[in-house]
DNA sequence: TACTAATATAATTATTTACTTATATAATGA
DNA sequence: TCATTATATAAGTAAATAATTATATTAGTA
């Protein structure tokens, strides 16, 4: 059993747009940073913090291979988040849309 | 499947303490608002306006019965959400412990 | 070594948000 | 009707937060 206030930590992280699509994003499979923000048409700076949150607590993982820095789901171990994870829409058409001006 | 938008939302209703406080006294029973009140040693206005949010949220309910509003828990229909609610400690024991100075 | 691309960090700003204090509304009972 | 109890709403304040702009770091390459 979780204590309520990293509980509450955890869902602040999901409570934010732009880092509920990164999830959604990341469900489909793992991107690097200029993936994401080619695709949620922000700046980089923008998408690094928010991935540096997640990444704090606990949702991604990151692995740099050569210039990029690659980030993946980090949920097996949190089951209790399934049922919203689950809930996030297909980024599919989003991901092939960005596909064309892709950064490497 | 919900809208990102509207998901987001629903999660920055359960991000708050206080709020999946008052969730998780909820799930043991339907209380009233001084009840919460003396539990969670805030003040009424406080709690008052978290219970409005939750309710606009479509998370709980309200039934006044005389001079109290009594709030219960409405998310039968929202199955994404049990992982979390079954995440939320017991709270028993803080019930318990206010039973004496009760309100009403 | 210099240049470029990818990413991270820092500082600033504008907005949101939780909480408080003060006041209003609603219901009960003397 | 008046007083009391329970709850709601409004206004103000302090803190948290997302996004921006500017700059630093890291890796690859000519």
Redesign the pocket.
Same mark, same amino acid.
């Given at each position: 059993m979780i204590p309520l206030e990293a509980l509450s930590e955890t869902l602040? $992280?999901l409570?934010? %747009?732009?880092?509920l699509t990164i999830l959604a994003l990341l469900k489909e499979k793992e991107m690097?940073?200029?993936?994401i923000?080619e695709i949620l048409q922000?700046?980089?700076?923008?998408?690094?913090?928010? $991935?540096?949150?997640l %990444?704090t607590g606990g949702l991604v993982m990151?692995t740099?291979?050569?210039?990029?820095?690659?980030?993946s789901l980090n949920v097996e171990d949190k089951p209790y988040l399934h049922g919203i994870l689950a809930q996030l829409p297909s980024m599919k058409d989003q991901i092939n849309a960005a596909k064309s001006q892709n950064?490497?």
């Open positions: 602040k $992280l409570s934010d %747009k732009t880092r690097c940073v200029c993936d923000v922000t700046t980089q700076p923008n998408i690094s913090q928010h $991935l540096r949150r %990444k990151e740099r291979r050569s210039q990029w820095v690659y980030y950064c490497n």
